[in-house]
């Protein structure tokens, strides 16, 4: 399933290529993250309902190195043959240059272990070639580099509109961190939510919830005032 997020903005949610959205920028022609493996099919017969053949994507921007972002990917590139970008602390992740490393809970470690063991058997690393930092904009969206869930993690900033991956869960009744047993690094992660907060938009875009579009950086100032009272 495809849907515009507003009724003018150019931005698509896609659902369908496994537990994480998937999001498509117009015009720009940019995926944000790759989905599950095996999904691929399912991403561009989404975007074939809005008009974008294989051929027209230009890049795809991943938020960070877990299986359920990035499984897609190696079909994906070769079926359409975009830009993959990635920021620097990840991509030695993505390309299969470096193990990654399990979460420091034990929960964490088996989930660790099995979406590692699941993701290797479906599809190889992908060569990042473009390893972006903090601050540079992409195809009109801004780099803002949001350490924590991985080393690489990033948010990206396009107007009114934040994709916000797995930096947090944002959903109707409150904004809450993403479950610890995931996260590489649990201070870091609440520093890039304050980090976070600080910024300006109105519609936030998770991986895990459904976008949230009504003054979502208020919602992010008060998870992060929450956190703040957190030893």
Known sequence: MIYQVGDTSGVYCIEGAG??????????????????????????SALARIGVQPLQVKRIILSHHHWDHVGG????????????????????????????????????????ALTELAGARHTPGVE?????????????????????????HICLLRGDYLFSSDLLLATAGAFRETPHRFTAD???????????????????????????????????????DKLGMVA
């Open 19 to 44: 537990e994480a959205r998937v999001y498509y920028v117009a015009p720009e022609f940019t995926l944000v993250n790759a989905g599950m493996p095996g999904k691929a099919d399912r991403i561009l």
């Open 128 to 152: 990042v070639d473009r390893r972006v930092s903090d601050g540079e904009c992409v195809g009109g969206l801004l780099v803002v580099h949001t350490p924590g869930h991985t080393p690489g």
């Open 73 to 112: 990917l190696w079909e994906l590139k070769r079926r359409t043959g975009a830009e993959v970008i990635a920021h620097a602390r990840d991509a030695d992740y993505i390309s299969g240059k470096r193990p990654r490393r399990a979460p420091r809970r034990l929960t964490g470690r088996v989930w660790h």
């Open 186 to 224: 649990l201070a870091t992660s609440r520093a890039s939510i304050r980090r976070v907060a600080q910024l300006e938009f109105q519609a936030i875009l998770s991986s895990r919830n459904p976008p949230y579009v009504f003054r979502a950086a208020e919602k992010v100032r008060e998870l992060a």
